[in-house]
């Protein structure tokens, strides 16, 4: 794991084309464990917008670092061996673990079980969506975040300073996590830009894997599926994770003078969880709606910053 690190000395490594078989590339029959590393710069001007780390298809599991941050898997590496080879592979790469400008490092741990293997097709490179709707008050870093299920924690008043913090947007199991399924909350608190005080506004919670609540000082503004309880099951329609959450905020529910508060509750009924896309954030209402009709229904749209 040591070679996860972004300060590791990977000068002695062999150079292999991505991408491509690994078989194709100096290494015929080989099954198991390798890993890739690749340096980059970004440029500040990129320091607020939402960077994707695009991986193509990889053969058969892998784990993404960042910096030396996990950010990402598909699969499962032995002893829980899951093949994903063919996923696609793409990863948000937190603003919080990248240098505006300096030297970052991906890492890239990848598990073949059999056949071709390595990161074998397809588009490898940093991207930014196009069209992205970027919130007028941005709510992506670190949220305060528990597993279990109260309701109490919805409520304004309540004390979550003993709650872990995660990053949002990005898969809970990345963050301490992993293999959870259940119930979650997350929570933030912020204050409400006064340029856009008098506007109607929508909250975005991005994508969440699988259903969700949210709550806005203690009130509900808004669901993607039904939480329905037959003992301590929970129904699940099968494609809510891939919704973009965009909840319409009654203004008797805001506080302009002072501190808000947002509370999230998740439910994860299988492999990832939580608030694992954007965009997260406020937007007003007329844009929301402007970028709606033009962009909302499109799937796929990436535009490419740079290569690999």
Avoid: C
Wanted: net charge negative; charged share 25%.
């Amino acid at each position: 794991m040591k070679w996860a690190d972004s300060n590791f000395d990977d000068s002695g490594w062999d150079a292999i084309f991505v991408p491509a078989n690994w078989e194709d590339e100096g290494f015929p029959g080989y099954d198991g464990f390798a890993w890739y590393r690749k340096r980059f710069t970004v440029s500040p001007e990129f320091s607020d917008r939402t960077i994707y780390l695009l991986l193509g298809y990889i053969d058969d599991a892998d784990q993404v670092f960042l910096n030396g941050h996990f950010v990402g898997f598909s699969g499962g590496l032995p002893p829980d061996y899951l093949t994903a080879y063919q996923q696609s592979r793409e990863y948000i790469l937190p603003n919080e673990f990248l240098k505006f400008p300096g030297d970052n490092v991906i890492a890239v741990r990848v598990y073949d079980e059999q056949l071709a293997g390595g990161i074998i097709r397809g588009q490898v490179g940093l991207f930014e969506p196009r069209n992205a709707l970027n919130p007028d008050e941005p709510l992506a870093g670190l949220w305060r975040f528990t597993t279990g299920d109260d309701m109490e924690w919805k409520e304004p008043g309540f004390d979550d300073s003993r709650w872990t913090q995660i990053l949002v947007p990005m898969k809970w199991e990345t963050q301490g996590f992993e293999g959870y399924d259940g119930f979650a909350w997350y929570r933030k608190k912020f204050h409400l830009s006064k340029k856009i005080a008098n506007e109607k506004l929508v909250l975005l919670l991005g994508k969440i894997d699988d259903l969700d609540e949210a709550y806005l000082n203690g009130e509900r503004i808004g669901r993607t599926g039904r939480i329905y309880r037959f003992g301590e099951r929970v129904r699940i329609n099968g494609d809510e994770w891939l919704e973009l959450r965009a909840y319409y905020i009654p203004k008797e529910y805001l506080n302009f003078n002072g501190e808000n508060v947002l509370a999230v509750r998740v439910y994860d009924g299988l492999i990832s969880g939580g608030i694992y896309d954007g965009p997260v954030g406020v937007v007003t209402q007329e844009r929301y709606r402007k970028w709606f009709r033009k962009y909302g229904q499109q799937q796929n749209t990436f535009w490419e910053i740079f290569d690999f």
